[in-house]
């Protein structure tokens, strides 16, 4: 029987629809369960930028910093994708608390529930078993390295940087997870080209041997490409950098047959923020056919990870199993097979979750 | 009927082997169109290295400059993926190689057999019907910028940087392509993060409508890397910078059903250079295992873009075609139907493509 204090941070597009099914798994848990949960919201994105001209404005961050966990959406808007120019940029939001917050873990387990074994395009055979566990550095490499133009704004630049006490902080905790699943741990990175990527192979060898229960290998982010489609199951955790994890887990989120399934924890330093790794996604925004399930899973990681209530983690993913055993599907995950009465929207699928809990 | 001088540099580990075959239909070429073509050879990577100190000796580069076009094989060697502090690299020897002959833009065409239509990890139903020709830029980008270490050596940087002149002069070639395609562009770039993705974005954008026939869209590299599995039809020309290129591509080969499938064109101010996509290959080198096809369709696309000689080009893949439709396959493409003796080694799977020419 526990309090906490959950801040929830919608942002942009679907991010609102999604992080609402969120909260009231997480709402329900805290009475199944007995907890009191309080909560408080904040504005962050293209939402905030409308709002006060900050994509994270200083109140936002204050009340992250203060909460014991962020439930966040996703941000951006198309407006700035088609303006490569603007200067103020709702990502700027979530970099911005990335950083501040010291969130440099971003962990993304990438699994394959049984049901959906139909819904991805990569063949069932290949897929079964699949279970990865990706960590993902956050607050280094080129995304916050210095960037600009010279030459009169003919060219263009951008700073990668690792120093050896990142990469040695967010290794140990890959090194740590590899001990409690099947011993296996993959570094990727570009070692044959770019520096950073000498000095991430470095650390992870110098490391390696105060585990030595644990199975290194190291590839080639180009590989690694080729390999998460090609053999998915000879994965168990995967470390790499900012850049090299954003494509990857992209991509793999075409194992767990969608990017509406995955959900990623942020850690750190500090408070603990919970997000699915898909984005805003304008295109379906206001139809109410998002799927739900990565934020409902990302609340789940914040059960678990943030308040050590691996019971009521347990309960939610069970709960989404148990939905997607009865044979409901939101669009994304649904396949020609899917009987049209089963396709549910995003709070009929929240609703869905709600019934098994 | 013409002369030409062909520079053959197989470099390191199954370059040696699948260069040879590539060569040999080549020789054939020649004799059954009635042209001479002369050939010369060079060292690159760790066989020049070892043999010289330097990854790319200066009478390779000489050589590589007086050719009328390279077919070109591999570089690397498990040493120095293990010693990420090694000063001299193999791949010194391919990065130095595409900066001096001006290789900017590098062509990828994935396409898919019909028949290799079973050997992908990906649905048959998915993959049917992809043909994607990638236009990875090969001279900038974090490959080529400053890199070194500070702090003590505790602090590695790279420095990824791009011109206008640079992005217009790739992002053109891809234009043209994809106007006598079928008309789509897609642009893959991170610009809601790193600057040298805001100025290509930027760069695409002023010059696109000097080609209002073609559909331009603009991809993030992670939506990307993503959709290239879940939809890869949607795709007809994609064109990107040297990293994502590099990623994208190889996570690519899953759709040609293997990486020994994929030839490259590599084109600029002067010689073209061909090769495959994959790489060394160690651990498989010496078996006589490797696929010849990527080095073979990498003669094929030689014939066409460096000599004009279409129809001798033609001839090469429709000769791979019958080689695949009558059942042979070395053992990347090969499936749990295909019968033990049709699965061939490297000079015997070149062997079946000669008999066809
Ligand atoms: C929105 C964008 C800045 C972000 C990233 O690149 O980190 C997103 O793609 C993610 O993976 O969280
Ligand atoms: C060997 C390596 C330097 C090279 C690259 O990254 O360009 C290779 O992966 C390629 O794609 O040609």
Redo the contacts with the bound molecule.
């Keep these: 029987m526990a309090t906490k204090h959950i801040l929830i941070v919608p942002g942009d597009g679907i991010g609102q629809e999604v992080t609402a099914e969120g909260k009231k798994i997480l709402d329900r848990i805290a009475a199944k369960f007995g907890h009191t949960f309080t909560y408080d919201d904040a504005l962050v994105g293209h939402a905030a930028i409308e709002a006060t001209g900050d994509p994270l404005p200083a109140v936002t961050l204050e009340k992250m910093h203060k909460a014991d966990a962020v439930l966040f959406g996703?941000?951006?808007h198309p407006k700035y994708d088609n303006d490569p120019s603007a200067k103020v940029r709702?990502?700027q939001g979530?970099?911005k608390m990335?950083k501040e917050l010291g969130l440099y873990a971003?962990l993304r387990p990438i699994k394959l529930f049984d049901e959906l074994l139909e819904a991805s395009s990569i063949k069932p055979e290949i897929l079964r078993g699949a279970d990865i566990l990706f960590f993902?550095e956050?607050t280094g490499d080129i995304?916050f390295g210095e960037k600009g133009r010279k030459n009169n704004g003919d060219t263009a630049f951008d700073i990668a940087e690792y120093s050896r006490f990142e990469v040695e902080r967010i290794a140990r905790k890959a090194f740590e997870a590899a001990r409690t699943r099947r011993k296996k741990l993959c570094s990727v990175d570009k070692a044959n080209v770019i520096e950073t990527s000498r000095l991430w192979r470095e650390v992870i060898q110098k490391i390696a041997p105060e585990y030595p229960d644990v199975e290194v290998e190291h590839q080639f982010v180009d590989a690694t490409a080729m390999l998460l489609i090609k053999d998915p199951k000879r994965f168990d955790v995967v470390v790499t950098a900012?850049?090299f994890?954003?494509i990857l887990?992209?991509e793999a989120s075409q194992i767990a047959g969608s990017m509406g399934m995955l959900a990623?924890a942020s850690i750190g330093d500090g408070t603990g923020v919970y997000?699915p790794?898909h984005?805003?996604a304008h295109d379906i925004t206001g139809k109410g056919v998002a799927n739900p399930l990565a934020s409902i899973l990302s609340a789940a990681l914040l059960l678990d990870i943030s308040f050590g209530m691996k019971a009521e983690s347990d309960a939610v993913i069970e709960a989404v199993d148990k939905v997607l055993k009865a044979g409901f599907r939101t669009g994304d995950i649904a396949d020609a097979k899917t009987p049209k009465d089963k396709i549910l929207g995003t709070a009929a699928m929240g609703d869905q979750v709600l019934a098994q809990l």
Tied chains: 1, 2.
């Design positions: 996703a941000v951006g709702p990502e979530l970099l990335r971003n993902r956050l995304y900012n850049l994890g954003d887990t992209d990623s997000e790794i984005g805003s």
